[in-house]
């Protein structure tokens, strides 16, 4: 957000864990301390005209005690829950008769297989809280059900005991609808678009979603604004879904809903380059309540492609590939995020724009190839 804001003259403040951490390189303002840290907590909020967030670690219940205090907290406590803890999310889509995979809150093994056996092998399994990129998610065939005996010791010391059990979707593709929403209540949704994951971890975005049938993108953006005004959402939100051919049975294709981010996302980045107001620009105009930009695309097409850490350490400084990925294609935007290197982790992205998908798909996955250490020209 350090960008936008700057141009806007919005001053940030940071509160980030180390001095190194990215948003601490690029501003001015830093405090140092931990997401669960009160005081730190606190102070970093002590005169703001609001409070956001670029992760969801910040626990609910220092959040409620900030917003008796008087801070502004955007998305507020009551909303930002349902990005935290995916058990809480799938309750509520549950009584809103939102679309998702079939899933139960199972508390031991018995009762995953129980429900294994019901909605058929294999199953995927997920802690409620605290994950990210795949971590805290795995796939459980019949035959593995005792391996999990770990996973639910450590949910009965850290929570209720209960993870999320999910029949594994066999969907086309997924999908991720992005969308802002204002306290005053103006909200807008950039086009659908498709990610690719391979483990877990997004590794592109396809912007707009190729050859999407026009009433599931309507239906799509319209569940996302649904829940960004039914939870309350201020700022920016991502809906992750799973493209299914017939969710409600009815042979018509759809989505069902996986999970909600409550912040500027992976899925969002595209925008930056590619839409006339970009994710983190407009996560600022929405949390600071000002009127929202356009969000229309700028060129047909725009693919963002994640730059993971290199496997080998001697490509681990990625500013050594800037002189290639830039003199091989003026039309490549290069993202780094000043992350310290391990192998696979999100540490830059790049976007390419232009008329013709498959070329636009190829340059942005030279770029991102190049810098990742797979390719060498
Ligand atoms: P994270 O919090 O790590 O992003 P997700 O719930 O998004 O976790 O799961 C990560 C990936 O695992 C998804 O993008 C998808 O590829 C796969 N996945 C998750 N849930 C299911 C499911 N019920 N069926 C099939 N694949 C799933």
């Known amino acids: 957000m ?127 809280r605290g994950g990210y990129d795949g971590h805290g998610v795995r796939v459980v065939g019949a035959d593995d059900v005792a391996d999990t005996a770990d996973w639910f010791e450590r949910a009965a010391a850290s929570g209720d005991g209960r993870l999320l059990a999910e029949e594994r979707v066999d969907f086309a593709r997924e ?20 990610t690719v994951q391979v483990d877990g971890i997004c590794h592109e975005v396809l912007a707009p979603a190729p050859g999407l049938d026009d009433d599931v993108a309507a239906d799509a953006t319209a569940t996302a604004l649904r ?55 407009q ?15 700028l060129a047909p097409w725009t693919v963002m492609v994640n730059v993971l850490g290199p496997q080998r350490e001697e490509h681990a400084d990625l500013h050594r590939a800037l002189l290639h990925v830039m003199a091989h294609d003026p039309g490549v935007k290069v993202h780094l995020y000043g992350k310290a290197w391990r192998p696979g982790r999100k540490m830059g992205h790049v976007n390419v724009s232009g008329p013709d998908l498959e070329d636009v798909r190829a340059r942005a996955r030279h770029a991102g190839d190049f810098m990742t250490g797979l390719i060498d020209e």
């Open 283 to 297: 996560h600022l105009r929405a949390v600071l309540d000002l009127p929202l930009g356009d969000v229309s695309p």
């Open 227 to 281: 829940l960004a005004h039914e939870l309350g959402v201020v700022g920016v939100m991502a809906m992750e879904c799973f493209e299914v051919a017939a969710p409600d049975g009815s042979g018509r294709a759809g989505v069902l809903v996986n999970e909600l981010a409550m912040r500027p996302h992976n899925s969002g980045h595209w925008s930056m380059d590619g839409a006339v107001t970009g994710q983190f620009e």
């Open 2 to 128: 350090a960008g936008p804001a700057a141009e806007l003259g919005i001053t940030l403040r940071v509160l980030a864990e180390g001095a190194d951490d990215p948003a601490a390189q690029v501003l001015t303002d830093v405090r140092l301390g931990g997401p669960d840290d009160a005081q730190a907590l606190a102070g970093s909020a002590e005169g703001a005209d609001a409070l956001t967030f670029d992760h969801e670690h910040v626990p609910g219940s220092l959040l409620r005690e900030l917003e008796e205090g008087g801070v502004a907290v955007r998305p507020g406590s009551g909303a930002l829950l349902h990005a935290q803890d995916k058990l809480v999310l799938r309750e509520r889509l549950g009584s809103m008769g939102v679309a998702g995979p079939r899933w139960a809150g199972v508390s031991d093994p018995s009762g995953l297989a129980a429900f294994g056996d019901d909605v058929g092998w294999p199953v995927v399994l997920k802690t409620p």
């Open 175 to 194: 999908l991720a609808v992005v969308v802002a929403r204002s306290p005053s209540g103006q909200a807008c949704a950039w086009p659908v678009v498709q």
